[in-house]
């Protein structure tokens, strides 16, 4: 594999793959850390689908700083090694039981994750730069992609075990313990870096880091903290007098004004040259938030889907292989669990101490009664959030047929545009949606569990159109950017990815106010299809300023 690429692939790749070992291992276990009520934080579907959804929100926003950041003063070397410390510092505090050091942690990893996520996929593309790799280039990205989603596949068998063996904190130590190894491999393929981990500085055209902070980052803190303070109107749907649903994502639109607003004022301050390809780029910004919001669900309600809608009971050998690896748990059957509703625990008052009654397991509440096991028997349950090793595992199958398909059209020269190929990537993920639309049906809208292979046909279905979107993303911005703001272009790339991913946690917090889930899926659906429409309508004029630039 590594053969006709440079010697540095290998710990790149390997380096990537460790990094996404610990993160994907914490987001995997994120929701269900938080919402657990003996354990956990005893949060609510609403407020763990919140932190979520902001959480990944800044962990996507960071980049676009570290990399200005690193292209400029730091190299990305320094940079990726400080960005890796830090999130492994941040997984590592996950695991202390303390709401304040959560936020910390929190707090390391968006950090962390600015300077590492951008810096070592440039890098990597700095690799490619000479003559002798030049050709090499899209398939060198194809084996670092692939690096990603074997540790995001293989991640959340070691939480599973360790939480079930261990408890939530050595399951994020685990992640910790990940994040530094990942260190460590890059470090040691350190001389295989030199000359391509050189600093570009502040180059002519660029726009001074003090007036970033001037005109982008402090509007944004300013606005951030407005939208945190300021109140709506109370309503008896909204006794809180949030504005957008809760203090974090008032905070969070409000900060994202003058970005945008800054955005949009680099179309209009641009060279009439540069006016088209910018707000192609802006266009796209603004749809494949959609689709962010959408894919992103996968921490938070599809992860709630395998926990209380999938029949997760496993028997015969599959029963023994799993418990053997400890990625089962076994659980007694109550027979007073059935009654449960949607809550994990009540609240009774004694002598003035709020007391917690713990009800366990949920998991009985929708099983059919004819399927019940006997009082008192024990029956063994794989763990949720192997559920989120389903996405990876797609798109490592589906990788190389994706990338066989688009060469077997290249071939015949009938290759669809990379606009098009982003229209084609929407149009798939919103038929992704009708399979959980199908699963709420065939599961009598939640009140009998089914299969996990509705899960598994759902993220096959998405993770097609994750393939042709995600990648043609990131070539888009740097085939249409103008030279001298590629840095800030890629940013607004992942502003989008920011965006999509808070709406994600509000689409998610929505879940239980959903008595029909199917109309969950439906606002989904409909979300993807408009963005889909709203693409192919500008696929003409999309198309047009890609030829002008004489790219595809």
């Not at 713990?358 to 096991?373: G, M, Q, S, T, W």
């Not at 939640?446 to 993303?473: D, H, R």
């Not at 299809?529 to 790219?551: C, D, R």
């Amino acid at each position: 594999m590594w053969k006709n690429h440079p010697k540095a692939l290998p710990f790149l790749f390997l380096s990537e793959m460790w990094e996404r070992f610990g993160y994907y291992l914490m987001i995997g276990i994120f929701t269900l850390y938080l919402k657990d009520v003996e354990s956990g934080f005893a949060m609510t579907e609403k407020e763990a689908s919140d932190l979520y959804g902001t959480f990944i929100a800044l962990v996507f926003l960071t980049p676009f700083v570290g990399g200005l950041l690193a292209d400029r003063y730091l190299g990305y070397k320094n940079s990726i090694v400080v960005g890796g410390l830090l999130m492994g510092a941040g997984y590592l505090l996950m695991g202390v039981h303390n709401i304040t050091m959560l936020y910390l942690a929190m707090t390391l990893v968006i950090v962390g994750n600015g300077f590492f996520k951008p810096n070592i996929s440039t890098l990597l593309g700095n690799l490619y730069s000479t003559d002798n790799y030049k050709e090499k280039k899209d398939e060198g990205y194809n084996i670092f992609y692939m690096g990603i989603n074997v540790g995001a596949f293989i991640c959340n068998f070691f939480g599973a075990a360790l939480q079930i063996l261990l408890g939530w904190k050595f399951a994020f130590m685990a992640a910790g313990v990940g994040m530094f190894i990942g260190v460590i491999v890059f470090l040691l393929g350190t001389k295989h870096y030199a000359g391509f981990d050189h600093k570009k500085g502040v180059q002519d055209g660029d726009m001074p880091f003090y007036k970033i902070v001037l005109f982008i980052l402090l509007p944004s803190v300013i606005f951030g903290v407005i939208g945190w303070l300021l109140k709506g109107v109370a309503s008896p749907i909204n006794t809180d007098s949030y504005i957008f649903g809760s203090d974090s994502t008032d905070a969070f639109i409000f900060a994202c004004i003058p970005v945008v607003f800054f955005y949009g004022s680099l179309y209009f301050k641009a060279k009439q040259e540069d006016k088209r390809p910018i707000g192609a780029l802006l266009t796209i910004f603004a749809v494949v938030i959609l689709f962010w919001a959408v894919f992103k669900l996968n921490g938070s309600a599809l992860t709630t889907w395998a926990d209380r809608y999938t029949d997760r009971q496993i028997t015969g050998s599959t029963e023994t292989v799993f418990n053997t690896l400890k990625l089962s748990k076994e659980v007694d059957y109550k027979k007073d669990s059935v009654d449960l509703y949607d809550a994990n625990f009540k609240l009774q008052k004694n002598e003035g101490i709020i007391q917690k009654e713990f009800n366990y397991p949920l998991y009985f509440r929708n099983v059919a009664k004819d399927e019940l096991p006997a009082e008192g028997s024990k029956v063994s349950l794989w763990a949720t959030n192997l559920s989120q090793s389903i996405n990876p595992g797609w798109v490592i199958i589906l990788t190389p047929l994706v990338v066989a398909f688009f060469t077997f059209l290249r071939g015949r020269k009938k290759e669809p545009s990379t606009p098009s190929k982003i229209a084609f990537g929407l149009l798939i993920s919103a038929l992704s949606v009708l399979v959980m639309v199908a699963a709420v049906q065939i599961g009598a809208n939640g009140t009998e569990k089914v299969s996990v292979w509705w899960l598994v046909a759902n993220y096959g279905v998405i993770t097609i159109g994750e393939l042709f979107l995600s990648p043609m993303g990131l070539s888009v911005v740097s085939k249409l950017s103008p030279t001298n703001i590629t840095s800030l272009m890629m940013g607004g790339w992942f502003l989008s990815t920011s965006i999509g991913n808070k709406l994600s946690g509000v689409l998610a917090s929505m879940w239980d106010t959903y008595p029909d889930k199917a109309n969950f899926f439906w606002i989904n659906f409909a979300l993807l299809m408009a963005a889909t429409l709203l693409m192919f309508a500008l696929l003409k004029q999309l198309n047009k300023v890609m030829k002008e630039k004489g790219i595809n």
